[in-house]
C-alpha cells in the first residue's frame, strides 16, 4: 500500500513489471480462521459428492463470473469446454499480474489465500482435472512464503479424509509481462522460453504437456466459493449503470485513496474516484486516466461517465482488461504516460513476431520526436494490430492511437 500510495502514474506506467514494488509479508486469514467461517466445506461437499459438480458448473455459469485476468471469457462456459476434452485434464492458474497498475491478485493472495485455494481446488474437481499449476511472479516473494506454508497446510489437514485433493504445484515466474499471456505462461511452466503459442489448437483443448487445461486468473477461482455458497443471483445483484457483477479495481494514481477497490461492475471512472477514492488529490485537478493498466488505452476526463466493465469501453479504443485504473491530472502529460506505455511494450515484447518486435521500438523512436508523425504512426499501429501474433502486439498502440484522437493539443 505504502508503494501505491506514494506511486505516480508516470512511475506506475514506467514500471517495468512493476518491480519497485515489494512484497511483505502481512497479516492474513488463516487456515483455521478461515474453516471457523465455515470454510472448505463446499470443496469436502464437491470431493464427497454431497454437491454435484454439475449443480456447481450451472451456477458458475448463471452468475455470469468473466475471466478476471482481463480476457473476459466466461468461466462457467470454459469450465464445459475443458470437461469436455478427454482427459487426462490439467489446470493452470495465472498469477503473473505483470500488467502496469494490477495489484489486486496480489491483495486477495494476502488477505484470504484459502478462499483463492479452495476455489481453485473446486473448479479442478468440477472439470476433472488432475494436478494443479499454480504460476506465480517471482517478485511477490510473501505471496510466495504465503502460499508455500498454507498450500502445505491444507495438503497435511485436507477437508475429507476419504477423499485426496489433486497435487498442487507453485511455480515461479522469472519477471517477463509476456507470461502473463496464457499460451506464454504455458510454455515457460513446461520449462521453455515463454513465447505465446499460435492458436488454434486452444489450450482448453491442448494446453499444458498437450493435455486439455483449465487456464484461469487468481480472481476468477477467488470467487468461486461464495457464488457456489450464496448463489449466482448474489453476483449478478450487484452492478450499475445496465452492467451486472463485481469488479476489483486496482487504483493507482493523483487519487486521495489508492488501492484495491471492490466496485460493481459499471462503475464509471468519476465514480469511482469520487464515491471509492476519496476525490483527487489536493493540488490535481482530474485530467485523464488508464482504464486498464498500459495496454487498455488512455480517456479524457471528459470520458469519464462511461461505464467501466467489459464490452462498454472498445469502441472507445480502450478496453477495461484487468481493471488497473491510473488516475492522472493536469499536472502529468498523456503524451509522456504514452511514451512511456510504448517503452515498456518493446521492453517487454517477446521478440517472436516482427510486426511487435519492431513496430514497438520504432514507434517508441517516433513517439520520442518532437513533432508525432500521426499518419505514419497510425498505420504502424494498423500493422501492429492486424499482423501481431498476441495481445502484447495487438494492444501495444492503444495509448498511442488515444493519445492522438483525445489528446491533440499535447501532440503537435
Ligand atoms: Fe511476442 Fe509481441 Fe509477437 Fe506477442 S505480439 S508473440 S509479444 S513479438
Not at 479424509?161 to 511452466?189: F, N, Q, T
Not at 498523456?334 to 511494450?345: E, P, S, T, V, Y
Amino acid at each position: 500500500q505504502k508503494a501505491i500510495d506514494n506511486a505516480t502514474p508516470e512511475t506506475v506506467i514506467a514500471a517495468v513489471n512493476n518491480n519497485d514494488i515489494k512484497a511483505d509479508i502481512t497479516d492474513y486469514i488463516s487456515m483455521e480462521q478461515y474453516q471457523s467461517d465455515q470454510g472448505y466445506q463446499t470443496l469436502k461437499g464437491v470431493l464427497e459428492g454431497t454437491i454435484s459438480t454439475e449443480s456447481v458448473i450451472k451456477k458458475m455459469e448463471d452468475s455470469g463470473l468473466r475471466g478476471l485476468g482481463g480476457a473476459g471469457f466466461p468461466a462457467g462456459r470454459k469450465w464445459r469446454i475443458v470437461n469436455g476434452f478427454a482427459g487426462p485434464r490439467l489446470m493452470a492458474v495465472n498469477i503473473d499480474e505483470g500488467e502496469p497498475g494490477t495489484f489486486k491478485d496480489r491483495h486477495y493472495l494476502e488477505s484470504d489465500p484459502h478462499r483463492f485455494l479452495e476455489g481453485m481446488l473446486i473448479a479442478a474437481l468440477c472439470v476433472g482435472c488432475d494436478e494443479v499449476y499454480i504460476y506465480l511472479r517471482d517478485e511477490y516473494a510473501g505471496c510466495r512464503e504465503i502460499l508455500t506454508k498454507e498450500i502445505a497446510n491444507l495438503q497435511n489437514n485436507p477437508p475429507s479424509d476419504k477423499y485426496r485433493l489433486p497435487p498442487i504445484h507453485l511455480r515461479r515466474g522469472a519477471g517477463a509481462y509476456i507470461c502473463g499471456e496464457e499460451s506464454a505462461m504455458v510454455e515457460s511452466i513446461e520449462g521453455k522460453r515463454g513465447m505465446p503459442r499460435l492458436r488454434p489448437p486452444f489450450l482448453a483443448e491442448v494446453g499444458l504437456f498437450g493435455r486439455p487445461t483449465l487456464e484461469h486468473n487468481m480472481e476468477s477461482v477467488y470467487w468461486v466459493r461464495n457464488i457456489v455458497e450464496k448463489g449466482p443471483e448474489w453476483f449478478t445483484s450487484h452492478g450499475r449503470n445496465g452492467r451486472k457483477g463485481l469488479r476489483s479495481f486496482s487504483i493507482s494514481g493523483r487519487v486521495n485513496k489508492p488501492g484495491v477497490h471492490l466496485a460493481p461492475a459499471g462503475t464509471t471512472m468519476r465514480e469511482l474516484i469520487e464515491e471509492f477514492c476519496g476525490g483527487m488529490q489536493e493540488g490535481h485537478k482530474f485530467y485523464g486516466y488508464f482504464p486498464g493498466g498500459a495496454s487498455g488505452g488512455i480517456l479524457p476526463e471528459s470520458m469519464a461517465d462511461i461505464p467501466m466493465d467489459f464490452d462498454t469501453l472498445n469502441e472507445h479504443g480502450c478496453f477495461i482488461g484487468s481493471a488497473a485504473v491510473v488516475v492522472f491530472s493536469e499536472q502529468d502529460s498523456a503524451r509522456k504516460l504514452a511514451i512511456n506505455a510504448m517503452k515498456f511494450f518493446e521492453e517487454e515484447s517477446c521478440g517472436q513476431c516482427t510486426p511487435c518486435r519492431v513496430g514497438t521500438a520504432k514507434a517508441a523512436v517516433l513517439m520520442q520526436q518532437e513533432n508525432w508523425d500521426t499518419d505514419l504512426l497510425e498505420e504502424l499501429s494498423s500493422v501492429m494490430v492486424d499482423a501481431s501474433i498476441c495481445g502484447l502486439g495487438q494492444a501495444a498502440p492503444n495509448p498511442l492511437r488515444c493519445a492522438i484522437k483525445y489528446f491533440p493539443e499535447e501532440i503537435n
